[in-house]
């Protein structure tokens, strides 16, 4: 228990995150990339872009899934380790948006990988991917030891 | 605007001599004639020796039931001279004009892969833009094209496999880059073939952000047609909506009021500050360059903040409209725009400093990706890497649209033809970009910012076309009298630039690939649309 406390705490406190625009008009795209500079940087939080899906930890998606990026982008989910996160960031991510219906596109995230966060908005202000992203870490925590720190739960790290 | 008519016109009786086909007026100022396929190229000729800025704008291939009507829309004597053939629909075949003009290339294939009209001499393999699973002989833009289910699509997906040699070359090492690569923000395939440290050619592989827009403008109203295009591409959506509203205005004959016409001018160049601003911090973040990128995106928050107060977004606007823009400027919003723009405008001389004295960016960036002024002719570029070659072209001035022509600005132009020039020219246009916002702002009309349109548009056709941060943006529309459009067509500035990546490439070291490449600001939601 504490050990998966240990592991769960430094999951928590320090997301890497890769980025794949599966089909988007770049609208996602750039807020995502603000994210990490001046005014909102999150790396404060301890979250990381990573080039990589074998270092990450948490997928972010923007854009819709076109028929030609389907097989890439679970080919990238499949080579992320265990345990893995995905958030949908914007409309089209997470329904198809706009595009929704049109000869080459899929539609949202979820029907080509599963999905635990949904940020709707076209696009979402950075503000709210933050929050997305803090809400599904906060997920992370699970019902033990949420809101059980202060003596009631006996078993959690002092 | 008789006299582009006559110009034109004279032009062909010179060439054709009596059986000269006769020009005519497809929208205020643009013209078109109707050849047959075999005087084509003839004719592309003749424009290219009268006027040396000939370039190819777009080729449109709309589906007229038996057959297929090609359009070759063509940037000459400075005007849009459109070039209509007709081909059969059993049998459609037009002869290749790369010879002429190298950058058509892609545009015939975008033909050939959506419309199914073959350029005999530019031939290929597979697709272009649509997935590698879509079935042969179904072209999606013609009107009776059977769309596959998405779930065939992608139940079986087809790998690229690697090409085993390119023609003539034995001994090579190919590097895919992307899809998904951290250099490249956007999903697309670039596979550089090197021998040693030398890249000897580049294969792109575009259509990983095809969305279909074409079609789908067809099957939505006029209105909700300007929220698809305004996502067509997130960066420069301002324009994308500017020139859709445009050719649609043009069809109606509506006339947007002059207050209307210079909010969307401001609207537009606050699009240009952003997209700008954005390349520098890209360019930064390619070159390992990580100061630049946290500085620029910091300035930028600035032009994002005016965006939001002006518009209501901070990305896609929904700002501009059929008939004009959606939301007026208050006195005090006004006075926010100048105070923060004049305090971007203390910041610029540290860019420009930057780019001029910085000597770790000038290594990298000076001298790499060379494009010459004739390459850049040929290839058709536009925008700021055309002009960076000395390629003097700029819509605003050319083809003044919405407020342009009123307001006194500069354009620039580099001869350096260097990937340096065209992130140099970017700073000198925000510069520019700033006073024409101070100006517009200063000379505001009064009245009001929109007319209402029907919502049906009667049968024509508009030709329309608007600067982009990334080069002018062509939209063709043609509406059938319906609620709908009859068929739209986007050219975007990146699709036009693709090409000279591939040409500047050839030659330069890997590791100046990335710099070669940013310095384009490649948008691939743009050029797959």
Redesign the interface.
């Known amino acids: 228990m504490a050990k998966s406390s240990l592991v769960n705490w430094s999951r928590m406190k320090s997301p890497w995150i890769l980025?794949?625009?599966?089909?988007?008009?770049?609208?996602?795209?750039?807020?995502v990339?603000?994210l990490l500079?001046?005014?909102y940087d999150v790396e404060r939080f301890g979250i990381k872009l990573e080039?990589?899906?074998r270092h990450a930890d948490v997928l972010i998606t923007t854009?819709?899934v076109?028929?030609?990026?389907?097989?890439?982008l679970k080919r990238?989910y499949d080579q992320m380790p265990e345990p893995k996160f995905v958030v949908a960031i914007g409309a089209?991510a997470c329904s198809g948006?706009?595009?929704a219906?049109?000869?080459?596109?899929?539609?949202g995230v979820d029907k080509?990988v599963p999905v635990n966060a949904y940020i709707p908005g076209?696009?979402p202000?950075p503000e709210a991917m933050m929050d997305g992203v803090v809400k599904l870490l906060n997920s992370l925590k699970g019902p033990k030891t949420h809101g059980k720190r202060r003596g009631k739960d006996s078993s959690s790290p002092k | 605007m008789a006299s582009v008519e006559e110009k034109i016109q004279v032009h062909l009786n010179d060439q054709l001599g009596g059986d000269a086909p006769q020009v005519q007026p497809i929208a205020k100022g643009k013209v078109f004639i109707q050849v047959e396929p075999s005087l084509l190229k003839g004719i592309v000729k003749g424009l290219i020796e009268k006027d040396e800025l000939t370039g190819l704008i777009a080729i449109t291939g709309v589906d007229l039931g038996d057959t297929i009507e090609v359009m070759h829309h063509l940037r000459t004597m400075e005007t849009i001279f459109t070039i209509r053939t007709l081909v059969s629909k059993e049998n459609p075949e037009l002869e290749t004009i790369i010879d002429l003009l190298p950058g058509a290339n892609l545009h015939e294939k975008e033909v050939t892969d959506l419309m199914g009209v073959k350029f005999t001499g530019n031939l290929f393999d597979g697709h272009f833009l649509l997935s590698e699973a879509w079935p042969k002989d179904n072209f999606p833009l013609r009107k009776d094209a059977e769309i596959p289910s998405i779930d065939d699509l992608i139940k079986n997906p087809v790998v690229i496999d690697e090409p085993e040699s390119i023609p003539g070359e034995e001994k090579y090492l190919n590097i895919t880059i992307g899809p998904q690569h951290p250099a490249l923000l956007e999903p697309e395939r670039f596979q550089l073939h090197v021998e040693g440290e030398i890249v000897i050619g580049v294969t792109p592989r575009l259509g990983y952000v095809h969305r279909a827009v074409e079609k789908a403008c067809e099957s939505r109203t006029y209105m909700q047609d300007v929220y698809l295009v305004e996502r067509i591409c997130g960066i420069c959506n301002a324009c994308h909506v500017t020139t859709f509203c445009q050719s649609v205005e043009n069809i109606l004959g509506t006339e947007v009021p002059a207050r209307g016409r210079y909010l969307r001018t401001i609207a537009a160049e606050l699009n240009r500050i952003h997209s700008h601003m954005l390349l520098f911090g890209h360019a930064g973040l390619e070159i390992g360059f990580q100061t630049l990128f946290q500085y620029t995106w910091r300035d930028r928050e600035a032009v994002m903040d005016l965006i939001e107060i002006l518009t209501g977004n901070r990305v896609n606007m929904a700002y501009i409209t059929l008939g004009g823009v959606r939301r007026d400027v208050t006195d005090t919003l006004k006075d926010r725009i100048r105070t923060d723009l004049a305090k971007l405008e203390q910041r610029m001389p540290f860019y420009k400093n930057l780019y001029e004295n910085e000597l770790s960016l000038r290594a990298r960036l000076k001298g790499v990706g060379i494009i010459s002024r004739e390459d850049a002719l040929k290839l058709c570029v536009v925008g700021p890497v055309a002009r960076a070659s000395g390629v003097k072209i700029d819509v605003r001035k050319d083809d003044p649209y919405a407020a342009y022509d009123e307001i006194p600005f500069n354009i620039v132009t580099y001869n350096d033809c260097d990937s340096l020039a065209r992130l140099k020219i970017r700073v000198d246009e925000i510069y520019e970009s700033i006073h024409i916002i101070d100006y517009a702002l200063e000379h505001l009309p009064d009245g009001p910012i929109r007319v209402r349109v029907p919502r049906s548009v009667p049968a024509g056709e508009a030709v329309s076309r608007v600067e982009a941060p990334r080069g002018e943006l062509f939209y063709y529309v043609k509406a059938n009298g319906t609620q709908s459009p009859e068929r739209v067509k986007v050219r975007t500035p990146t699709f036009a630039n693709i090409l000279s990546f591939v040409h500047m490439a050839k030659g330069i070291n890997v590791a100046d690939v990335p710099p070669a490449f940013v310095s384009l600001d490649p948008c691939f939601s743009c050029t797959d649309r």
């Open positions: 980025h794949f625009n599966s089909g988007a008009c770049n609208g996602c795209d750039i807020e990339v603000a500079t001046p005014r080039p990589s899906p854009g819709v076109t028929t030609e990026c389907a097989d890439r990238i089209c948006g706009v595009f219906g049109n000869y080459s596109v899929c539609g080509v076209c696009p202000k």
